[in-house]
Nanobody, 124 residues
Framework: QVQLVESGGGLVQAGGSLRLSCAAS????????MGWFRQAPEKGREFVAA????????VYADSVKGRFTISRDNAVNTVYLQMNSLKPEDTAVYYC?????????????????WGQGTQVTVSS
């Protein structure tokens, strides 16, 4: 069973930065494509970013492109989301997800494992 644990969320002022981490269990972490999603109150789960299993390719939602960076360190089974120039509309619970096939997708339904989420609140 793959377990994912997010951390690094918190309260930050607009224009500030946060780095989220997602620690994964399992010795086959390097085979998983990883994604970040977010969900604001009364809204659906929104794709944010994804990274291939080797970390050589990334994709981003248009709303965060140029501000957020996804990366991974397979040696420590961790994926990161560096968030810069944060805006109040970035406020949400952020979830990391793993896809065991190793292929990138923007569709939440195609990910196999999910963390519990970490709250990010951006104030004006």
């Amino acid at each position: 069973q793959v377990q994912l644990v997010e951390s690094g969320g918190g309260l930050v002022q607009a224009g500030g930065s946060l780095r989220l981490s997602c620690a994964a269990s399992g010795r086959t972490f390097s085979n998983y494509a990883m994604g970040w999603f977010r969900q604001a109150p009364e809204k659906g789960r929104e794709f944010v970013a994804a990274i291939t299993r080797g970390g050589f390719s990334t994709v981003y939602a248009d709303s965060v492109k140029g501000r957020f960076t996804i990366s991974r360190d397979n040696a420590v089974n961790t994926v990161y989301l560096q968030m810069n120039s944060l805006k109040p509309e970035d406020t949400a619970v952020y979830y990391c997800a793993a896809r065991t096939t190793g292929l990138i997708t923007k569709s939440a339904s195609q990910y196999d494992y999910w963390g519990q989420g970490t709250q990010v609140t951006v104030s004006s």
